[in-house]
């Protein structure tokens, strides 16, 4: 899809590193370059000019959102022809939630990258007095927002308002957790190419999960989706233990998620290298064809949704100095089954189940 920016997109499509789980599959390899081509290509193609630090695009998203709750986008440094999408809905501003957004809460993660010009990030905010989750992807070029890419969880009393039986407790707080913030010293630095694949095996171990190949996750991995956890919560009394009560290893490890079947549309749309943080878009599919699965220590899941279903998802994740997963953070919605994400910005990441459903995913 054309965007409002003239310069050409970081969109590859390719196998990446040993992490991912992708590059074992059969013709694969016909699809792109290495991961040195990718990071290259990611670093390049697009990059605002180096003048426009972490604090400059930092400053702007700041900038954006108080614009947001004005009611103006005049207050917003915004090129001429900038587009806007609302879960994958293209309006012209100001609509959707510049209209209704009352507040911004303190509650901001961003993840800043000044080598694509790119900045991503979650915020709480009330709508019409009611909270809402937004995480948005800027684009930047000579200072000027070109592209506002946003998910609303307009949020009730289940993750994302879709048919999900999590029950939602706002656990974010008011800052967000220690380990999105904290600087990795040089010599535990991932490089570009380096993050994002161990971000997309995160997404191929989803996809039709055995148990067979997790992703390399922290013991401390936390995983919050809307602001709930879904990781090591406690069983409820005389409850059996489901994937929201282990530890993002052992749920993977088990094989949960099988019901997930197609992970595509992944994008990486920032990467913060000094800090292991990545800002990722990606399309959940749930066909609806697996009705129940075994797992590795030999009970039954059975799948209640009986209709296909598609989350769409902001993710950021937190990759720690032993390159494994430690945090992460979904903002995510219930979107018709099969929604593409209406942009093709970003570094792309093939589906393998995709490819095998010849699935078009942009």
Not at 195 to 222: H, K, R, W
């Amino acid at each position: 899809m054309k965007t409002s920016s003239s310069r050409a997109e970081a969109s590859v499509d390719a196998p990446h590193g040993p992490a991912s789980r992708s590059a074992s599959l059969p013709g694969l390899f016909l699809l792109g370059v290495s991961a040195l081509a990718v990071s290259l290509i990611a670093g390049s193609a697009g990059a605002a000019p180096a003048s426009c630090d972490r604090a400059c695009l930092q400053g702007l998203a700041q900038r954006y959102l108080t614009a947001m709750v004005s009611h103006d986008p005049s207050r917003a440094s915004l090129a001429r022809g900038a587009r806007y999408t609302e879960n994958g809905v293209e309006l012209t501003l100001p609509d959707g939630l510049w209209r209704t957004a009352g507040s911004v809460g303190t509650y901001r993660l961003f993840v800043t990258d000044p080598t694509a010009g790119s900045v991503g990030f979650f915020v709480k905010a009330q709508e019409n007095g009611a909270p809402v989750l937004v995480a948005t992807r800027l684009k930047v070029v000579d200072h000027r927002i070109t592209e506002i890419e946003s998910i609303v969880a307009r949020l009730g009393t289940t993750i994302g308002g879709g048919p999900s039986s999590q029950p939602r407790v706002d656990q974010l707080g008011d800052q967000p957790r220690p380990q999105f913030l904290a600087t990795l010293p040089p010599g535990q630095r991932r490089t570009r190419s380096q993050l994002m694949a161990i971000v997309n095996s995160y997404y191929t171990g989803i996809e039709n999960n055995t148990g067979d190949l997790p992703p390399p996750f922290a013991d401390d991995c936390l995983r919050l989706e809307n602001g709930t956890q879904t990781t090591t919560r406690p069983v409820r009394p005389g409850g059996e233990p489901g994937p929201a009560n282990y530890s993002c290893k052992k749920a993977f490890g088990l094989g949960y998620y099988r019901e997930d079947t197609r992970i595509r549309s992944r994008r990486v749309l920032a990467v913060d290298v000094e800090r292991g943080l990545v800002y990722a878009a990606v399309g959940m599919d749930h066909d609806a064809t697996v009705r129940s699965y075994q797992l590795k220590d030999g009970r039954t899941v059975t799948v209640r949704n009986t209709a296909p279903w598609t989350w769409a998802a902001h993710e950021i994740f937190q990759v720690n100095g032993a390159g494994e997963i430690s945090q992460v953070e979904a903002v995510l919605l219930s979107v018709p089954y099969g929604m593409r994400p209406g942009w093709s910005t970003g570094v792309h990441f093939p589906s393998p189940q995709a490819i095998r459903d010849r699935f078009k995913e942009y």
